[in-house]
């Protein structure tokens, strides 16, 4: 019974930290999430008004020590906006971002659905684009059919990353292995948090031509 009790304490525990810290994020505001705990795992469910606050949240609650998967659960709610609105909107934050090559990307709306398009030099110009079209009102889910020109040799992006790993001071690059083949990267090995795993999975989107990243990167936390 004392191991019972000890277990839904914990469960607990975790489901009152994780919601703390989504409330501490000023970018979440949605009151409509709930969160439920089991074991290492945490469940999200409710509704938010962006896709880009749904990954906002499951990205809060990876942060906090302890979780070590996610399933989310959160609705995006329809809105009532038009699609020629939202196409408004996407156009202007596509245009208004230094770090997208508008020129290079198309987007098409239907039903709230936004399709990018396109060919870019960069993943990070990918990404942007991505973010920024995340965060208007209105898009339910974003159709990512953006890639990414190779111009670069695998050996080369290697190197790029293993660097870019070591001198990540949040990063123990000791425990992570690098492949690349094509203009795929694999990453594995393993690391002490969610937020280092992330990291690294970013210095491997960092290197010129990536089009795809596997991360099979372990979250192991130290006893």
Do not use: C
Not at 44 to 52: I, M, S
Not at 113 to 120: A, I, N, P, S, Y
Not at 190 to 214: D, K, L, M, N
Request: hydrophobic share 40%.
């Amino acid at each position: 019974m004392s191991t019972l009790i000890e277990h839904l304490a914990t469960n607990e525990e975790l489901r009152t930290a994780v919601i703390r810290e989504m409330e501490g994020r000023p970018d979440i505001h949605s009151r409509d999430i709930s969160v439920k705990a089991y074991g290492p795992t945490v469940t999200l469910t409710g509704f938010v008004h962006t896709f880009a606050e749904k990954a906002k949240a499951e990205k809060a609650a990876k942060s906090v020590r302890g979780v070590l998967s996610i399933a989310n659960d959160i609705e995006v709610r329809p809105s009532t906006r038009t699609d020629p609105e939202i196409a408004r909107d996407v156009h202007h934050v596509l245009k208004s971002n230094v770090m997208v090559p508008q020129a290079k990307i198309t987007a098409a709306v239907h039903e709230g659905f936004v399709t990018l398009e396109g060919r870019v030099e960069w993943n990070y110009e990918k990404s942007a684009a991505v973010e920024a079209v995340e965060g208007v009102r209105g898009v339910r889910a974003v159709i990512n059919r953006i890639t990414v020109e190779t111009r670069v040799s695998p050996s080369s992006v290697k190197q790029a990353i293993e660097a870019a790993l070591d001198r990540n001071p949040e990063i123990d690059a000791q425990g992570i292995q690098v492949s690349t083949y094509d203009n795929t990267v694999q990453l594995w090995g393993t690391v002490h948090s969610f937020a280092q795993r992330a990291e690294a999975e970013r210095a491997a989107w960092a290197a010129p031509g990536i089009e795809s990243v596997v991360n099979r990167i372990q979250v192991t936390y130290p006893d």
